[in-house]
């Protein structure tokens, strides 16, 4: 049977390469919500009818996108943030290769009895330049989330998990935001400078607020995977450079 133990406090420079057994799995995890928010996620608008508000439009990938920044949270708390850096580019390196693929089959001649590829374009024919912003976005707001949780773990020694979870996503999510939203649409036809804003900082506050009801879920992964592991890893001379490949 597998120990329970406490959790063992250390560096991140002292834990071996194949000392821990889950990590491969939260990183798949982390690249399938990643994708899959962004497949299935950013092809659709809906629209919810709100008490005091009335009818809201939302992009419905927005109800699972925040969950790459909880599992984020879980990586870098959990094994460090060179092994978060390592999962948020094999992200990054997964959502190339979607754009890429997404491009050639759309662009690839539909035999004469297929009817699909007006449906197949809608959903799968992205705009270059919001391809281009969300993958910008994406990448430097799970960096600064990735470095501030970690940061904020050796300052605080470890304790109140909920204000280095919130405050990461505080800031990496209005890095995301403040890069996504102007690059995607600002100055875009049908787009004014003051709907930019308003949706970037009622998104933002949306994307916040799931990491705040998420956070006793948070908990629980985060402590079953500590104790799982046996260890509890603090970056305390860590290389923060996004670029670097060692762990």
Request: hydrophobic fraction near 55%.
């Amino acid at each position: 049977m597998a120990s329970e133990a406490a959790p063992r406090a250390v560096a991140a420079d002292e834990v071996a390469g194949g000392q821990f057994r889950y990590f491969d799995y939260v990183m798949a995890a982390f690249v399938a919500v990643l994708l899959l928010s962004n497949v299935l996620g950013a092809g659709k608008r809906a629209v919810i009818d709100l008490p005091f508000f009335g009818p809201w439009p939302f992009g419905a990938g927005i109800l699972f996108f925040p969950i790459a920044y909880v599992i984020g949270d879980v990586l870098t708390e959990v094994y460090g943030y060179a092994r978060a850096r390592r999962c948020i580019w094999a992200g990054f390196g997964a959502l190339l290769f979607m754009v890429c693929m997404s491009w050639i089959v759309v662009a690839l001649p539909p035999d004469a009895g297929w009817e699909g590829q007006a449906a197949y374009e809608a959903v799968f024919g992205q705009v270059p330049r919001i391809v281009f912003a969300s993958m910008m976005a994406f990448w430097a707001g799970e960096f600064v989330n990735s470095y501030v949780l970690a940061r904020m773990k050796v300052w605080t020694q470890g304790r109140a998990l909920w204000s280095r979870t919130i405050g990461s996503t505080v800031v990496g999510q209005g890095v995301d935001s403040l890069l996504f939203y102007p690059l995607a649409f600002l100055g875009a036809p049908g787009w004014t400078a003051e709907q930019v804003w308003w949706v970037l900082v009622t998104q933002w506050v949306l994307k916040v607020s799931w990491e705040v009801l998420l956070t006793p879920f948070t908990y629980l992964v985060v402590g079953w995977l500590k104790r799982r592991e046996g260890v509890d890893v603090y970056d305390q001379a860590t290389d923060f450079s996004p670029f670097r490949s060692a762990v």
